[in-house]
T-cell receptor, first 114, second 109 residues
Framework: GAGVSQSPRYKVAKRGQDVALRCDPISGHVSLFWYQQALGQGPEFLTY????????KSGLPSDRFFAERPEGSVSTLKIQRTQQEDSAVYLC????????????FGPGTRLTVT | GQNIDQPTEMTATEGAIVQINCTYQTSGFNGLFWYQQHAGEAPTFLSYNVLDGLEEKGRFSSFLSRSKGYSYLLLKELQMKDSASYLCAVRGNTDKLIFGTGTRLQVFP
């Protein structure tokens, strides 16, 4: 497909479980962003990659959150020991890089922690 | 701190014009974006302003005043499908976007 894809689309986890959320950016896009969107709120920045380098992780809420992009393409956001407050939609976005300012968003993964 | 304000909800009638305002205070400024987000879907790009003035794209226009920290999104000839949330986002000193809470627009027949 031509767009950003994310999987799974929906994830239900019991409190304390680890989860892994995947993002496939648009082919050739250098920059990749993860955002967290709570119900009725705007997306909040979590972390940012340029190729495989994680340039900014200032938005990760705790050390239970970890993201990687080892080959500069697919990225995984991992949440360890999930808590109820982690319930949200996790959005991934990609862009070509410095000369292309538009970020293209994926459909998101809706995480529900019970 | 960094702050982006926009109204929480607005309503309008099909065929009318609506203006959604956004004010911002951020560390640095490298552009303001408007995104549309239908319930349960991904945000989709509408417009980008980095210089003062009006950018027009079909039924949608966006205005920016950097000195006032102010932008608006103007939607003309409203259609039922325009019912959605409209997100104002600013790129500050880094590449990340800082989003407002979004304005939920309901269009009535």
């Amino acid at each position: 497909g031509a767009g950003v894809s994310q999987s799974p689309r929906y994830k239900v986890a019991k409190r304390g479980q680890d989860v892994a959320l995947r993002c496939d950016p648009i082919s050739g896009h250098v920059s990749l962003f993860w955002y967290q969107q709570a119900l009725g709120q705007g997306p909040e920045f979590l972390t940012y990659f340029q190729n495989e380098a994680q340039l900014d992780k200032s938005g990760l809420p705790s050390d239970r959150f970890f993201a990687e992009r080892p080959e500069g393409s697919v990225s995984t956001l991992k949440i360890q020991r999930t808590q109820q407050e982690d319930s949200a939609v996790y959005l991934c976005a990609s862009s070509l890089g410095d000369l292309d300012y538009e970020q293209y968003f994926g459909p998101g993964t809706r995480l529900t922690v019970t | 701190g960094q702050n982006i304000d926009q109204p929480t909800e607005m309503t309008a009638t099909e065929g009318a014009i609506v203006q959604i305002n956004c004010t911002y205070q951020t560390s640095g400024f490298n552009g303001l974006f408007w995104y549309q987000q239908h319930a349960g879907e991904a945000p989709t790009f509408l417009s980008y302003n980095v210089l003062d003035g009006l950018e027009e794209k079909g039924r949608f226009s966006s205005f920016l005043s950097r000195s006032k920290g102010y932008s608006y999104l103007l939607l003309k000839e409203l259609q039922m499908k325009d019912s959605a949330s409209y997100l104002c986002a600013v790129r500050g000193n880094t590449d990340k976007l800082i989003f407002g809470t979004g304005t939920r627009l309901q269009v009535f027949p």
